[in-house]
């Protein structure tokens, strides 16, 4: 069945940096456009970083662009999310999932920026 398993949380001060992995199975990673979403206490899960099946097209929800960095390694089934210049708004639970989202989400993995 499909597992997503994200990792590279911690808690870090404002200005620094994370980087994030999420290990996928069960799916044809290849073929899927993937995302990392977010979700911070009291509000809804947001797609924050997408990035195309082949890793040549990425967006961004504007208030990381400049930021974070999204990319893959297809013959690992894996996708990244670099994040630099942390703020504490950042401070959520961080998930994978494919775009647009659907089937079972992962643990997710805490990010917690104090200031």
């Known amino acids: 069945q499909v597992q997503l398993v994200e990792s590279g949380g911690g808690l870090v001060h404002a200005g620094g940096s994370l980087r994030l992995s999420c290990a996928a199975s069960?799916?044809?990673?290849?073929?899927?456009?993937m995302g990392w979403y977010r979700q911070a206490p009291g509000k809804e899960r947001e797609l924050v970083a997408g990035i195309a099946s082949a890793g040549d097209i990425t967006s961004y929800v504007d208030s990381v662009k400049g930021r974070f960095t999204v990319s893959r390694d297809n013959a690992k089934n894996t996708v990244y999310l670099q994040m630099i210049s942390l703020e504490p708004e950042d401070t959520a639970v961080y998930y994978c999932?494919?775009?647009?989202?659907?089937?079972?989400w992962g643990p997710g993995t805490q990010v917690t920026v104090s200031s």
């Open positions: 999932n494919r775009v647009p989202s659907f089937g079972a």
């Open positions: 069960g799916f044809t990673f290849t073929v899927y456009r």
